[in-house]
């Protein structure tokens, strides 16, 4: 399937679900996630694989992108969800792909995603005990000396 | 350390069939010991760590100086090699390995980033600019990202110099 | 035993910390185990010792200025590193680069990955108790390469060869007739390996049945690389999604049967004889060209978003980049394979030996530089 046959085949399922303009990307509405996680997870889409999940701070809304492929169909999907910085609550998908658990933890320590339903959401590279969120563009810290730019 | 030729009578002990002894201090003698008998600690951070081990390998063979027991546990280790990036997370763990050597111990920076922060010394949030911020006390600094493994042996030339030199052997 | 002896003699749980510094930890990693006597009841990884906050960096460094940092990702293969990052920039400018640049990346791509695997087995043999000599041995084949790759650049270990549209230097003819005498002084040695080592009694009874991820729990887990294969998933992004001049070379994709650890070894031993062939066929047919484009040193992409990844020694090393209208990245993010290998650990551990710990974490070959980045 190429990728805009795989994001017909969702949207065709889940009409509140929106594809990116001039991408392949779907973006999809955060109360969706886990239904729609749940219905690629399983044949006929099969994506099997959670490869990565990243955070962008977009300054006035911070994405999560999932990105997700088949082992057995040679595909990939890549999925956002925009989150206000009011409410930064998400589902969890760590019921459903295992690689999820850390990728989540990894998200919540850097930008303050809060998984819920994440069987174990602590920090995972900074100290237990660290404040802020390091990867947001906001983030200040007097360790931090900024290069100057060119 | 005192060589037979300087002492008189050094044509006398010549002529003793199988003969020639040494004369010493015995300060000179503890850190003529010292100097060849370096333990290190086996405490790879990161890059440098690879370099260190390469040094360790048959080709360069760290072991012609006498530092090539490579030891797991601090207690039994006289010189601690921090080598690679010190982490804001790993400062703690580093001054308690370091107070857990038994004296006298003796430190050798390994790396810019272990001497101030190398490549990393801008922008980062985590990473602590160098062994010395954190109240260790650095012996020999080697420079490089990572150094070659020759400048780790001439580094390792360098704290054995400077042990020979020492006022106070007891240290 | 009467009543009151049993009260006396009872077991408890206890905890233990194995590392940040460990020898066999491999970098700063930290296991908390919960032990009922020898046994492993839970083990709980901690990471982030090495936690250089590269994601960071990247936000205020011009494109070219952060390949260096790649380098220090996986400082153990830091041409692959270089060329998963200079890829995912060249796909994200739409830049076509040469086919000798690209013969090229592929004879230094795999060149490295041999140097890593070497590690991998040096440092998995010494963890199940062959003490030194299988890691001298194999440090002995390794600084044959570096050798190489010092001349070809100038450095042993963070190369900085690849360049958006191309790579650093051209080969002369002297590295490429050192690369091919490379080749046939390591077809025997990797036969020796095998010889000493792969079917030693000792070292299949240690390694056997110990650490056994299934074909489900390794997809579930996105567990990568010679990792995923030797679980018997037939999957190398070489074969199935063809970058550079892969599609041109023959070679096998090795697979494990029972994915324990003594497969995900064996696995790595095959690939390098693969990875040989692979050279082997390159160096041959090797064409003449340009080996870089001229582009300038600082990029100006539109606003997009790119994700490339690539097949590294341990696994699907991805760079997920967004660019905006300036000449930083706007954002950055590595998806390392050791990150994902290292997660499942906890399951396989579970009811086995401490000792088996060290063996199942040997035969992840993980690296800490690329784990918190
Ligand atoms: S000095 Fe360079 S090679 Fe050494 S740890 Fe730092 S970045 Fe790595």
Redesign the pocket.
């Known amino acids: 399937m190429r990728p805009d046959e795989i994001s017909a085949a969702i949207r065709a399922k889940f009409p509140q679900v929106k594809e990116e303009a001039g991408t392949n990307y779907i973006i999809v509405p955060k109360e969706s996630i886990l239904e729609v996680s749940e219905y690629i997870k399983n044949p006929p889409l099969s994506f099997d694989n959670l490869h990565c999940i990243t955070g962008i701070d977009r300054k006035e809304k911070i994405e999560v992108i999932y990105t997700l492929y088949s082992i057995g169909e040679h595909y990939g999907v890549t999925i956002k969800i925009n989150l206000t910085s009011e409410d930064l609550n998400i589902a969890s998908v760590s019921a459903i792909w295992k690689s999820a658990n850390w990728l989540e933890r990894e998200v919540y320590d850097l930008f303050g995603v809060i998984f819920s339903g994440h069987p174990d959401l602590r920090r995972i590279l900074n100290p237990y005990d660290w404040q802020g969120y390091p990867l947001r563009k906001d983030y200040s810290n007097p360790q931090l000396i900024a290069k100057p730019r060119l | 350390m005192v060589v037979i030729e300087k002492i008189p009578g050094a044509e006398l002990i010549r002529k003793v069939p199988g003969g020639g002894f040494f004369l010493t201090t015995s300060e000179s003698f503890l850190k003529w010991g010292k100097a060849s008998s370096l333990w290190p600690m086996t405490f790879g951070?990161?890059?440098?760590?690879i370099?260190m081990i390469a040094t360790g390998a048959p080709r360069f063979d760290i072991d012609r100086f006498g530092a090539g027991v490579f030891r797991a546990s601090p207690r039994q280790c006289d010189v601690m090699v921090v080598?690679?990036?010190i982490c804001v997370k790993m400062n703690d763990c580093i001054r308690r390995l370091y107070a857990q050597m038994p004296e006298p111990k003796y430190v050798i920076a390994?790396?810019?980033?272990?001497i101030s922060g190398?490549?990393?010394y801008y922008d980062t949030y985590s990473v602590t600019k160098g062994t010395e911020s954190l109240g260790i006390k650095v012996d020999v600094f080697i420079p490089?990202?990572?150094?070659r493994p020759e400048n780790l042996l001439f580094g390792l030339m360098k704290l054995q110099e400077k042990i020979r030199r020492e006022k106070d052997a007891a240290r | 035993m009467d009543a009151t002896q049993t009260k006396d003699i009872y077991t408890e749980e206890f905890l233990i910390n194995m590392g940040p510094q460990h020898p066999s930890t491999h970098g700063v990693l930290s296991l908390e185990l919960t032990l009922d006597g020898e046994t492993i009841v839970e083990c709980t990884p901690h990471i982030g010792y090495l936690h250089r906050s590269m994601e960071k960096i990247a936000e205020n460094r011009t494109y070219t200025q952060f390949i260096p940092f790649t380098d220090?990702l996986d400082?153990v293969a830091s041409m692959n590193n270089n060329l998963g990052y200079v890829m995912v920039v060249e796909k994200l400018l739409k830049l076509e680069i040469s086919e000798r640049a690209k013969y090229i990346r592929v004879i230094i791509a795999e060149l490295n990955r041999i140097a890593s695997h070497l590690i991998a087995i040096g440092t998995f043999a010494q963890d199940l108790g062959a003490f030194a000599t299988p890691l001298f041995y194999c440090f002995r084949e390794r600084e044959k390469i570096v050798e190489i790759f010092d001349q070809l650049c100038g450095n042993r270990?963070?190369y900085n060869y690849m360049r958006i549209g191309g790579v650093l230097t051209d080969f002369s003819r002297d590295i490429e007739e050192k690369i091919k005498k490379f080749i046939k002084y390591m077809r025997p040695k990797v036969d020796d390996y095998d010889w000493l080592l792969t079917y030693n009694a000792i070292f299949l009874a240690r390694s056997k049945h110990i650490g056994v991820l299934s074909k489900e729990m390794a997809v579930n887990y996105s567990i990568t690389g010679p990792n995923l294969r030797a679980s018997g998933v037939k999957w190398d992004l070489r074969k199935d999604e063809p970058y550079l001049a892969y599609d041109k070379f023959e070679f096998d994709v090795p697979v494990g049967k029972n994915g324990d650890a003594w497969d995900r070894y064996k696995v790595r031993i095959e690939e390098i004889r693969q990875s040989l062939r692979i050279i082997e066929q390159a160096i041959e047919a090797l064409p003449q060209g340009d080996v870089a484009v001229k582009v300038g040193r600082i990029h100006k992409p539109s606003p997009s978003e790119t994700y490339f990844r690539t097949e590294n020694p341990r696994g699907e090393l991805g760079f997920y980049i967004v660019s905006d209208d300036s000449v930083y990245p706007y954002r950055l993010k590595i998806r390392s394979p050791s990150f994902s290998n290292l997660a499942v650990l906890p399951e396989l551990v579970r009811g086995l030996k401490v000792a088996d710990i060290v063996c199942v974490l040997g035969s992840f070959d993980i690296l800490m530089g690329e784990i918190d980045r």
């Open positions: 951070l990161a890059c440098c760590a370099e080598a690679g990036t390994l790396g810019n980033c272990a190398g490549i990393f490089g990202c990572p150094p | 220090r400082y270990l963070t």
